[in-house]
């Protein structure tokens, strides 16, 4: 029966922008050379052409005459609901959606949002990891997956003005630009916060937050299920025209800025007018037009620096030149860049969910030691990112292998750096 | 001695001893053989191993057995293989075994005509039974009541099967008679078969060509009156002395092939350095016969030597085996334009046709459908 | 029976069918998929999703198969990397710049062109046969594709590996006759031709699918795919 459903969401969802990516797969198996996870564990069920195995399957036994032989012949079996369990498991806890695979695919199969795909299916089946699960049931009832309420957003920001003696406008009507912040920063990176307040207020950025939108992490779109990604983006493009803002920055989390730039206006109807961008690239743009100041060379003595490229901000968001920009100016001498790199980059391996979820701890770690040989080969004392999700994982993971790393965020810098 | 022996005839005429030696010597070479061909014949054997074996065997042969009486019939041809035979000039190989058979019947150098000459035909059938060799030239049409190809009111089925029922052997000489040649070529109205499709309980030889290389004929009937048996066949009963390899393998313009070099038209420069003609049709490469080697006009020159492709005639079917300056590489049927747009519009309107029902499968699948359910 | 006959079957009436069922087959899933329904893209782009289409087609074509480094990831098995590269380079090579080819072309065509020379057109169908024989190999070793390899995917291999290998063979005219090779490699052709559209060796026709949505993805994001 769940089978059933997640089938029958398949082939909903299943137009010719899947079918023809799915008919030209040669099963070359290529993309497993990409896969952080494939490559970290050697399983080959965590190959991202076998994670998209149920869609490929659904759409040849519903859409093609062949697989209905296949079928009918024995060759091929009908999706059980065993099948979704254990694909519940390789889809959610050892995949990031980073893509990457589908920089090595011969035919530039878009692998990622096919497993994208294949989560909504699970999703809509209920087989959900529960660890995410109830992640999104939270954000549902409470605005935020963790916990970051109407009163606890409020005691934050108090606490945050008096720690770091900034100004933190909240709702403020007729402010031109609106900045949602991810409840990882609230609760775990308030130093971000601040970062970003201080560098706002030195632009001269008429800037406010917000009450009804001041959760941009979108646990829902980790699990696939579109009705409450939709939910869920719809609180803050209501925030938006309630405030009558001219522009959402999205601050350090790569996902949300996937789901509310590059996956929202496919699905809803977003506010006209409205323009969508991310820190890092405000960031740039600030230093470039010189409304901000910075001291060059400021982190230059501290050994070599390197920027990790978050999955979702940079080869997924577009905005992989702004953060070396500001790096340069920051530490001319000292930046180093990992290999490979840019929109080619290794995934942390905690996105996606994954790092939500505690079953996929062995994965999770598995697929860091790619990152670990590629800190070890730079030679990195400090790895900077753009994308809080990714320095969760920066931080346990430099714990759990004993790395002498510092992890930073690029905002924290920046601001650290500012000339008053 | 025998008396009305070949040699007996030769030196009748004048021929010396010494003469008659050089005669089987040249002979000897008209078989064309490099190796004991597979009769059983002890004496062939013991003369083989002597030094000059070869043309003792023939000089054996000629002084022991008289000349080798012929039947000759034509039915649905061009006379094409007798004029290559006959325009051969002195003195020459051909000739001279020419001169070691009797043509008791031929209707093209027959000076008699009509009954007189089939009554003849007749009488040496009956005469020469089980001795003669049948030689055929042109197709047989044995269907359609037998219409076609009637001489002296019969049909050629008929002519054929009661000249060799007392053959000692048949010789197909052409693509006519031994695959059905031009007569046998797309829309084939008269049914034409050729000699072994019909003659099955006497030694056939075919010796294909269009027309064939007057040597490899003549050789053939040579081998017929010294060992008194068929040639080692091929499985078109084509004599492997002469059909045992293809024109390909023994082309003079086959490094040209390897090297890649070819000629694109009949009058470009590949053409005027001589390079391979695979490209203009050439069939060389599934033709086998000797006219690289035995070549044409006593040793001259042959199609390809000459400039063109190889037609392929001593192969079956070469009439509609493609056009003769079709690349032998390209189909030999495309399917029409109209054809091909078919099975494209066909697929085209399939395909469209599972899109719709799949799109209907999708909109069924959709969410609130499902609850609906 | 003989070969001849054969020959003139596997160049004659089977070829004929074989290609009408190619080119219906294909137009079939053509049709299949562009009828499917496409979500018009809504989203506001960075980039040009034109430029990033073509910046992905070449690289499809000129640099990914054979340069592994460049996307840093093949450091393990380059090998099998450029096998997949070289296969490609020779197979399309000998398809269609081999002057036997091209007189098949110009035959079904109505039109040529200029051939490659035949010692190097021979050379890249050797190394194609030798890359095909290591992607068997790579087959039959690697866990993920020996995860992912059913029947069809073996089928491929083999109904790829006939034509070129009794080609080769024919070429240099080896163990057989001539027209037994001619006859083998033509049937061989004709069973591909009808298998094609059957099977996922129709990736030839959904690359351009792939390639440019991955491109277009890459390009409206402004990140060269």
């Known amino acids: 029966m769940q089978a059933q459903t997640a089938v029958n969401t398949f082939v909903h969802e299943t137009g010719g922008w899947v079918a023809s990516q799915l008919e030209a797969c040669t099963r070359c198996g290529m993309c497993a050379e990409a896969c952080h996870f494939y490559q970290g564990t050697g399983n080959p069920e965590l190959a991202p052409v076998w994670k998209v195995e149920l869609l490929k399957r659904a759409y040849e036994q519903r859409f093609t005459i062949i697989g209905k032989l296949k079928l009918a012949t024995g060759i091929d079996h009908h999706v059980t609901d065993d099948n979704l369990l254990h694909w519940s498991k390789i889809v959610y806890e050892a995949c990031t959606l980073c893509n990457k695979c589908s920089m090595v695919c011969p035919m530039g199969i878009q692998l990622g949002p096919l497993i994208h795909e294949v989560r909504t299916g699970l999703s809509a089946a209920g087989m959900v990891p529960a660890d995410l699960m109830s992640a999104v049931h939270k954000q549902e009832a409470e605005g935020s997956p963790l916990g970051v309420t109407d009163s606890v957003y409020d005691d934050r920001l108090e606490f945050f003005e008096d720690e770091y003696e900034i100004k933190l406008p909240v709702d403020k009507k007729g402010a031109d630009t609106l900045v949602v912040f991810s409840s990882i920063e609230i609760m775990k990176y308030p130093g971000n916060i601040a970062a970003i307040a201080k560098i706002l207020n030195a632009a001269g950025e008429n800037w406010t937050l917000s009450h009804a939108g001041r959760e941009v992490v979108n646990f829902a779109f980790f699990e696939g299920d579109n009705e409450e990604t939709v939910l869920f983006l719809k609180r803050i493009f209501d925030a938006a025209k309630d405030l009558g803002v001219k522009r959402i920055v999205v601050t350090e989390c790569g996902h949300a800025y996937d789901a509310i730039r590059w996956t929202a206006a496919n699905l809803m109807d977003v506010p006209e007018g409205v323009e969508i961008t991310h820190i890092a690239h405000l960031l740039g743009e600030l230093v470039r037009t010189g409304r901000i100041k910075l001291k060059e060379g400021m982190y230059d003595n501290g050994g070599t620096i390197t920027f990790h490229d978050a999955c979702k901000i940079q080869r997924r968001g577009g905005h992989i030149q702004e953060p070396r920009d500001v790096l340069h100016v920051l530490a001319p001498k000292s930046f180093k860049e990992m290999i490979p790199n840019r929109a080619e980059a290794i995934c942390c391996g905690g996105g996606g969910g994954v790092i939500a979820i505690k079953e996929a701890d062995p994965y999770r770690y598995a697929a860091f030691e790619l990152k670990v040989d590629q800190l070890k080969k730079v030679g990195a004392s400090t790895v900077v990112m753009g994308c809080s999700n990714c320095r969760l994982q920066f931080d346990d993971c430099v714990q759990h292998f004993n790395l002498d790393v510092k992890v930073a965020g690029l905002s924290q810098m920046v601001a650290d750096a500012l000339i008053e | ?373 | 029976m003989n070969w001849l006959a054969i020959l003139d079957f596997a160049r004659g009436p089977f070829f004929e069918v074989a290609l009408l069922v190619f080119i219906g087959g294909l137009a079939y899933r053509l049709m299949r998929i562009l009828l499917l329904g496409w979500h018009f893209d809504r989203i506001k782009p960075a980039g040009s999703k034109l430029g990033g289409a073509l910046i992905s087609y070449l690289r499809g074509i000129l640099i990914w198969p054979f340069i592994p480094w460049v996307r840093n990831t093949f450091s393990k098995n380059p090998v099998i990397y450029i096998a997949g590269g070289l296969f490609h380079l020779g197979l399309f090579a000998v398809i269609f710049l081999d002057a036997a080819h091209i007189l098949a072309w110009q035959s079904l065509l109505g039109f040529g062109w200029p051939s490659l020379v035949t010692p190097i057109v021979d050379w890249l169908a050797a190394i194609a046969i030798v890359a095909m024989i290591l992607l068997f190999i790579n087959r039959l070793v690697n866990p993920v594709l020996k995860l992912i390899s059913g029947p069809a995917e073996w089928l491929n291999l083999l109904f790829v590996f006939i034509p070129m290998l009794s080609g080769y063979i024919m070429a240099h005219h080896l163990f057989f006759a001539y027209e037994v090779n001619f006859s083998i490699h033509m049937l061989a052709v004709d069973i591909l031709l009808i298998w094609i559209p059957l099977s996922r060796i129709s990736h030839f026709m959904f690359y351009f699918f792939a390639r440019a949505i991955h491109g277009a993805d890459f390009g409206k994001r402004a990140v060269i795919p």
């Not at chain 2, 293809?246 to 390897?258: G, Q, S, V, W």
Request: proline share 7%; with cysteine; aromatic share 8%.
């Open chain 2, 1 to 373: 001695m025998k008396a009305g022996t070949i040699y007996d005839e030769l030196a009748r005429g004048g021929i010396s001893r010494r003469e008659f030696m050089k005669i089987c010597g040249l002979l000897a070479g008209a078989l064309g053989l490099t190796s004991v061909p597979p009769v059983d014949v002890n004496a062939a054997y013991d003369a083989l191993r002597k030094p000059d074996g070869l043309v003792n065997l023939v000089a054996e042969a000629l002084q022991t057995k008289p000349r080798l009486p012929v039947i000759w019939l034509e039915f649905q041809d061009c006379a094409g293989c007798t004029e290559a035979l006959t325009r051969s000039h002195d003195p020459t190989l051909v000739n001279l075994v020419l001169n070691t058979i009797d043509i008791e019947y031929h209707e093209t150098l027959f000076a008699a005509a009509g009954a007189q000459a089939e009554a003849a035909k007749e009488a040496a059938i009956k005469k020469y039974a089980g001795q003669y060799v049948l030689v055929v030239e042109g197709s047989i049409s044995p269907g359609s009541g037998q219409i076609y190809c009637t001489i002296g009111g019969r049909g050629s089925g008929d002519l054929l099967q009661e000249a060799a029922a007392n053959a000692f052997a048949v010789v197909a000489t052409g693509n006519c008679a031994t695959f059905g040649g031009l007569p046998r070529a797309n829309p084939d109205p008269t049914g034409a078969v050729g000699v072994m499709d019909l003659v099955t309980d006497k030694p056939v030889i075919n010796v294909p060509g269009c027309p064939a290389i007057p040597e490899v004929f003549t050789g053939t009937l040579f081998h017929l009156l010294v060992f008194g048996a068929p040639p080692e066949l091929d499985s078109l009963k084509r004599p492997m002395p002469f059909y045992a390899n293809t024109i390909h393998d023994r082309c003079l313009r086959r490094p040209y092939y390897e090297a890649g070099l070819f000629a694109d038209s009949f009058d470009d420069d590949g053409a005027r350095k001589g390079y391979c003609l695979y490209k203009l049709g050439c069939k060389g490469p599934t033709t086998y016969n000797s006219c690289a080697t035995i070549k044409w006009m006593e040793g001259l020159s042959f199609p390809i030597q000459a400039g063109h492709p190889c037609l392929g005639c001593s192969e079956p079917n070469f009439w509609d085996g493609g056009g003769f300056y079709q690349g032998q590489s390209a189909p030999l049927l495309r399917p029409a334009a109209a054809l091909a747009a078919g099975a494209g519009a066909v697929g085209l309107v399939l395909g469209a046709g599972m899109a719709t029902a799949n799109q209907a499968q999708k909109k069924r699948a959709h969410p609130t459908e499902q609850h609906k359910e």
